[in-house]
């Protein structure tokens, strides 16, 4: 079977003898021309893709079943002329999953049927942000409290080198936050706060620690710890005080429920998050100086 410069999708051959042997002569020069509605014979071979008249002829599709069944031998032949065609076959005929497509040479014309080409991945729409909504969602983000905290170390007063400390968030126990919202475009509902994340820094230079633990208050071991190597009035992170300075934000992802008259919070309701706006996670931070010194063993004999 001839192949043609243009793309190429799998069709099958009705059993048109002469047609066949037409489609099979290497002399041939076949091309791709564009729908024909004469009967003037073409001046060379090509695929034509046919009218929407013509596809909706019976006889057009009187092959159409047996080319289906893959009784007929496949061929190669370009996607232009398929993808014209299938653009205009009947919705009646759309489920049998072959598109009729002509084949003129030498003055002879016959169909063939290609196989439908697979429709094209649909392009998703848009994420369109209400701009009202969007403003509504900020004032009300700004309307709920944050929990306000401090950081709790041991050892509290001085931290000692290459033993760890153990850090945590001292006044606020992690829990998701709730309160009423007052009315607005997104409607009358309640305001959550759910902690997502806490961001550590030990002040010595290393690398910021996150966790989703606010840390365990001591005597407890807290899962939340750092060792530190220098002393810090002899480290250049530890400033003119030569203290560590010690800093947590916790980062919260704030959403909104919409309340039906009467009725009070639901916390397993459906919320509407705040991040769908476009809107940042809601932060609060605490931080303090920390004096770390080392310990030093002399041994005489």
Known sequence: MLNTSQPEANMHLQLDSETSNAATDQSVTPRWLP???GSTPSPACGYFALSADELASPGVWAGALEANTGNLVPGSFPVAAIAASQAAVPDDKKDLGVVPVAYECNGHRSIVYASALAPASPVPAPNVVNAAQRQAAAELTASISVPSFTVGINPDAEGITQLPSWFWLSGYDGSTLYRPAAPSSLGTGWLRATPMYYLWSF?????????TSIGQVFPKASDIAHTYRTRSDQSPFGGS????????????DVAFEVAAPGQSLVPNGTWIEFSSFGLGPLTASASRDYKVHEITINLTG
Request: hydrophobic share 35%; glycine share 12%; proline share 4%.
């Open 203 to 211: 002040g010595d230079g290393t690398p910021a620690v996150t966790t």
């Open 35 to 37: 729908t024909r509605t």
């Open 241 to 252: 005080a030569g203290l560590y300075h010690v800093s947590v934000t916790a980062s919260f």
